[in-house]
């Protein structure tokens, strides 16, 4: 499984998770969203819905209904009720049952370097994991530094 750290250093992740989500729609998986901030929840839902004029990404809210049938699930806790095989941990908070997925993306600013470390070093010797490190430059644009 891949494990892919995305350190938010040029603007939030409601600029960066859409294009996330429809490279792993266009890919034909499935996206899990996780947030245990219900205000970031709700954030996240609009930018999906206003990513770009000419595009759709069809999404929803746990809680909501019809969660089997979403193809990006916005939840509070790493439960796949679509059925998703990646994850995306959007609220800087690693947890270990993102290792259950295919591929995890974990983002973080710099209030959760620390805790994104730790959970780097956490990975580093478990079996099957590949880790990525990806920075953003000040254009917004992302760098692979590890």
């Not at 954030?43 to 990513?51: C, K, N, T, V």
């Amino acid at each position: 499984m891949q494990v892919d750290f995305y350190h938010l250093t040029a603007g939030p992740v409601g600029a960066v998770l859409p294009r996330i989500a429809e490279r792993v729609l266009e890919g034909g998986g499935r996206l899990l969203v996780v947030s245990a901030d219900p205000v970031q929840r709700g954030a996240l839902d609009r930018d999906l819905w206003a990513y770009r004029a000419d595009a759709f990404l069809p999404h929803a809210q746990a809680g909501e209904g019809g969660e089997p049938d979403q193809p990006v699930l916005i939840a509070d806790a790493p439960v796949p009720l679509n059925a998703a095989r990646n994850i995306a941990l959007v609220d800087g908070q690693w947890r270990d049952e993102a290792t259950g997925f295919d591929r995890a993306f974990h983002f973080f600013d710099e209030d959760g370097i620390e805790a994104a470390r730790a959970a780097w070093r956490a990975l580093a010797d478990r079996e099957g994991i590949e880790r990525r490190y990806w920075k953003q430059d000040p254009a917004g644009r992302w760098t692979q530094v590890a």
